[in-house]
């Protein structure tokens, strides 16, 4: 659990923003897309972080609220021809309105339960867009509009540009996620997930703090999934497999998971590792299961904690060399 | 005639074949030091988890400061002013001492909705939270992990948390459990030195506490009442001598 306000934290921020823009100068289309595909990643592993890392909801179906907001993006932008950022804050709107109606019956479980209901509505969820035609079933659908910032001279179909657009986003999701851990909210959902029993006796509406999480942690989650189905131009049920949502648990677990920064550390470790491992062997999938594992095995707090302990150790060091 | 700040009318629970508690009334008037004592098994606990709201009484209604509060939560009942302590320790263990009680007072009184201000950026919150911790002798542990605390320190701050509420009523559960008899003595001057704008019901085994602290003593047996009065009153009772302090000297 992240001990609030580590002073650096911005300055590692900035870091991780100017190697993801250093990597994209350096690299060549395919790379820009690894970029994209990162932002993304990491701004769905900040969401989850929120459940997560704050209020210690382990959530199995957050990929139904990503796939949610890329097929409503798909059919607010196209099949409704709705102006492409009017369907973008629609489908972040949906994703939230689905996180309200699925958390009002899931914070009230604890433990295992409230895993087994997300993960089976996601499942249901995923279900319906397999079997229906509308949204072009398991073959999904392509054509997906992207968000015109051809005023500010930004042109998002050169996926180059879109990659720097989508680094944008996940800086100013991370900035706001930031904000709100730092919070006396966020304070109120770290004393939720460390006593409950004691937090609703000291008054707090603990349920409702939940949803609330769980209504936050949607809607970054769709927009997520907006930024996905522009960036592929296609939506299909692939975008809201249980898998993913597993996936995405892991990487928040080898992040840290209440560290924003050790999430996203960990969503461009996930990408950079799944792209190099799978040019190398078929069985990319099992190696990475290794490498995650160990990691998790090596560093018990995640990135976040392995980085924490080496910076401590480091300071000891010179305040003992100081000493000296 | 001003209503007592917090009142059991014919409490009634039973779990199964059990009759926890048997119609239960009790009323402390506003400022008041009342103690709950009875043999184990009398139902103590029951009786505590029905006025926290913890449980849901089968018959009976609970009264704080007059307002009807039987179907509220324990959530709703704190909000109303209402705090308590727990028998065995219930802290956040992963926040420092100060951290607890300024989340603790942020929850009483609704500034923890708030999503855009900085927590760990409020003044005069933190002051508030020195001065409780002051008051329950954990001044100089304020940066210390709560869970890392010792013992009689965590007794402490179970009390801290639930005054970082400012409460108007202030329910104790055996709150020198576990405690040697130092400790014991502390938290009976702290306890001693709250202010009377804050009405006490303790639950205690200790008779030094019960004696010492309350004005009232109602004694639980079988999960009912039998007898309630002055602390003098109590200890010459032959009836309770004989169920209850005669048990406990053999």
């Known amino acids: ?324 | 005639m001003t209503a007592p700040a917090l009142a059991a009318e014919g409490l009634q629970k039973s779990f199964g074949a059990l009759e926890a508690t048997r119609s239960v009334t009790l009323a402390v008037p506003a400022g008041g030091r009342h103690a709950i004592i009875g043999p184990n098994g009398a139902g103590k606990t029951t009786l505590f988890n029905l006025l926290s709201g913890a449980l849901m009484p089968d018959a009976g209604r609970v009264l704080l400061g007059g307002t009807d509060v039987t179907r509220d939560g324990p959530d709703g009942r704190a909000r109303r002013g209402l705090a308590r302590s727990f028998q065995r320790n219930s802290l956040f263990p992963e926040m420092t001492v100060a951290a607890a009680l300024m989340t603790a007072s942020a929850i009483a009184d609704g500034g923890a909705a708030a999503f855009w201000r900085r927590f760990d950026r409020d003044p005069a919150r933190a002051d508030a939270a020195a001065a409780i911790a002051a008051r329950v002798g954990l001044a100089d542990q304020l940066g210390a992990l709560s869970g890392n605390l010792a013992y009689g320190a965590q007794r402490q701050l179970e009390i801290g948390l639930a005054l970082a509420t400012r409460p108007s009523v202030l329910l104790l559960d055996e709150p020198t459990a576990g405690m040697s008899p130092e400790e014991t003595r502390a938290m009976l001057a702290l306890l001693a030195g709250l202010p009377r704008t804050i009405t006490i019901l303790v639950i205690e085994h200790d008779m030094d506490v019960v004696f010492d602290l309350a004005e009232r003593v109602t004694v639980l047996d079988y999960g009912a009442v039998l007898l309630e009065g002055t602390p003098a009153d109590i200890r010459t009772s032959d009836v309770v001598r004989r169920r209850y302090l005669g048990e406990r000297t053999q």
């Not at chain 1, 001990?3 to 993801?20: D, G, M, N, Q, Y």
Request: net charge positive.
């Open chain 1, 1 to 324: 659990m992240t001990p609030p306000a580590s002073h650096s934290r911005h300055a590692v921020a900035l870091l991780l923003a100017v190697l993801a823009v250093g990597y994209w100068l350096a690299s060549g289309y395919y790379g820009k897309e690894l970029v994209a595909e990162t932002a993304i990643t990491a701004i769905l592993a900040m969401s989850l972080s929120l459940l997560v890392g704050q209020a210690g909801l382990v959530s199995l179906g957050h990929a139904a609220y990503f796939g949610i907001g890329a097929y409503a993006l798909a059919g607010f932008g196209q099949k409704l021809g709705w102006p492409p950022a009017l369907a973008m804050a629609a489908a972040v709107a949906v994703g939230a309105l689905l996180a309200l109606v699925v958390g009002w019956v899931a914070v009230r479980l604890a433990g295992v339960f409230f895993i087994m209901i997300t993960l089976a509505v996601g499942e249901m969820i995923h279900a319906w867009f397999l079997k229906d035609r509308s949204f072009g079933g398991v073959g999904g659908m392509s054509g997906v509009p992207r968000l015109d910032l051809s005023g500010i001279g930004v042109d998002l179909a050169d996926p180059a540009q879109f990659a720097l657009f989508a680094l944008a986003v996940a800086l100013l999701v991370y900035l706001l996620l930031d904000r709100l851990v730092l919070s006396p909210f966020g304070q109120t959902l770290r004393a939720i997930h460390q006593n409950e029993e004691r937090a609703r006796a000291l008054g707090c509406p603990v349920g409702r703090y939940k949803l609330a999480a769980f209504v936050v942690a949607g809607a970054v989650a769709a927009l997520a999934g907006t930024l996905a189905a522009q960036r592929s131009a296609f939506v299909s049920p692939e975008l809201m497999t249980w898998t993913l949502s597993g996936e995405i648990l892991i990487v928040v677990i080898v992040g840290g998971s209440g560290s924003l920064l050790g999430v996203s550390a960990a969503a461009a470790l996930w990408i950079g590792l799944r792209h190099q491992l799978s040019t190398m062997t078929d069985h990319w999938m099992l190696a990475m299961g290794v490498i995650f594992v160990v990691l998790v095995l090596v560093a018990g707090d995640g990135i976040d904690g392995a980085l924490r302990g080496l910076w401590r150790r480091i300071a000891a060091r010179r305040a003992a060399r100081r000493a000296a």
